[in-house]
């Protein structure tokens, strides 16, 4: 079953606005969220990650938001850019090293 | 470049070939990870080394397929008898134990496979 769920699927969104991507989780034995941007043809590349005892991590124009209580995390990509059109893939882990990945969400910025 | 390296980068193959990948992970990280990537799907655990011992496989891991990482350093994935449903991206990621940013996983660019 899918450990971490991710919505939407795609994404549209005008250069300069706010692109938010959602996950939700059910295992609360994890405790390490990161955030994967992947263009095409390329590996995923760490964006930003945050632990369960903080509600929020900003750096630069990314911000995931987490929600302990809800299961959920999200984020928020501050005045996109074309250059950030990828598709971006939440994952969950806990203190072993197996990573769970969500379902991916295809960003495009519009210029 | 000092990233993690995949080789080959593309790969076809017949129904019941073997097939082998090879990973170069960043020098001095001690753990390597071996992921499947199906179209429009995220990456799924496959197995994991910690230096030369192989720590965690995943189900998804028959036994047509095996990981190698002889003397901790690069590691082979090989599938054996390929099927067409083998056929997607195969991604190798290191990270370094005790690494300030909890377990931080590398990913290496990845091989596709297309089995025919």
């Known amino acids: 079953q899918q450990q971490v769920k991710q919505s939407p699927q795609s994404l549209i969104v005008q250069k300069g606005g706010i692109s938010i991507i959602n996950c939700a989780y059910e295992n609360t034995a994890f405790d390490y969220f990161p955030w994967y941007q992947q263009f095409p043809g390329k590996g995923p590349a760490l964006l930003i990650a945050?632990?369960?005892?903080?509600s929020e991590k900003k750096e630069g124009r990314f911000t995931i938001s987490f929600n302990k209580s809800a299961k959920q995390f999200s984020l928020h990509i501050m005045d996109s850019q074309p250059g950030d059109s990828a598709t971006y893939f939440c994952?969950?882990?806990?203190?072993?090293?197996?990573?769970?990945f969500g379902t991916g969400t295809s960003l495009t910025v519009i210029p | 470049d000092t990233g993690v390296s995949q080789d080959p980068r593309h790969k076809i193959t017949k129904r019941g070939q073997n097939v082998t990948f090879r990973c170069d992970p960043i020098s001095e990280h001690n753990r390597l990870y071996w992921y499947r990537q199906t179209l429009g799907q995220g990456p799924e655990f496959l197995t994991y080394f910690q230096n030369e011992a192989q720590l965690e496989k995943s189900r998804l891991l028959s036994d047509r397929f095996s990981a190698e990482r002889p003397k901790g350093s690069f590691s082979t994935l090989e599938i054996q008898r390929t099927e067409q449903g083998d056929s997607a991206m195969y991604l190798c990621a290191s990270s370094h134990r005790g690494a300030r940013v909890y377990n931080e996983q590398f990913f290496g660019p990845g091989t596709r496979l297309t089995v025919l």
């Open positions: 994952a969950a882990a806990n203190t072993g090293n197996q990573f769970y």
């Open positions: 945050i632990r369960p005892d903080v």
